[in-house]
């Protein structure tokens, strides 16, 4: 059975507590990257994303060059770990109506991110496979 390990991105774009708005800004920057989890000492403090730089430091003035990371990141909402069997991870996606979830180890550490188009993709394949294998001849 496959678990979360199998499907998530294992090096989401991170930055430690101690790092400046502005760097978040710069990996925001890239179409691809959505959030910036924030860790320290490896462990998931929180994410910043582009609506988290307007609200705490666009609109209230400060300078994002001197504004960290720890200052404005928002608690995840949602994470799940890494043995979790995909087709639970899926359907805590779909109840929580999430589109991505950090992936965490038993110590709160990040190991990865899992998305839901990316999980969606995965079960597909899985039953693909699973369609493309022979059926069993009868019992005799």
């Known amino acids: 059975m496959s678990v979360v390990r199998d499907a998530m991105v294992s090096h989401p774009g991170q ?21 910036v989890f924030v860790t320290d000492a490896e462990r998931l403090i929180g994410v910043v994303t582009r609506k988290t730089l307007v609200r705490e430091v666009v609109a209230v003035g400060l300078d994002p060059t001197a504004t960290s990371l720890r200052d404005i990141a928002e608690p995840p909402h949602h994470t799940i770990g890494p043995d979790v069997p995909l087709d639970d991870a899926f359907r805590f996606l779909e109840a929580e109506d999430a589109e991505r979830v950090p992936v965490v180890d038993e110590h709160h550490r990040l190991v990865g991110v899992l998305s839901r188009s990316v999980l969606q993709r995965r079960l597909a394949e899985d039953e693909e496979t699973d369609d493309d294998e022979e059926p069993l001849p009868p019992a005799a």
């Open 15 to 35: 930055l430690p507590a101690d790092a400046s708005a502005q760097a978040a800004g710069e990996l925001l920057q890239r179409p691809e990257v959505r959030a």
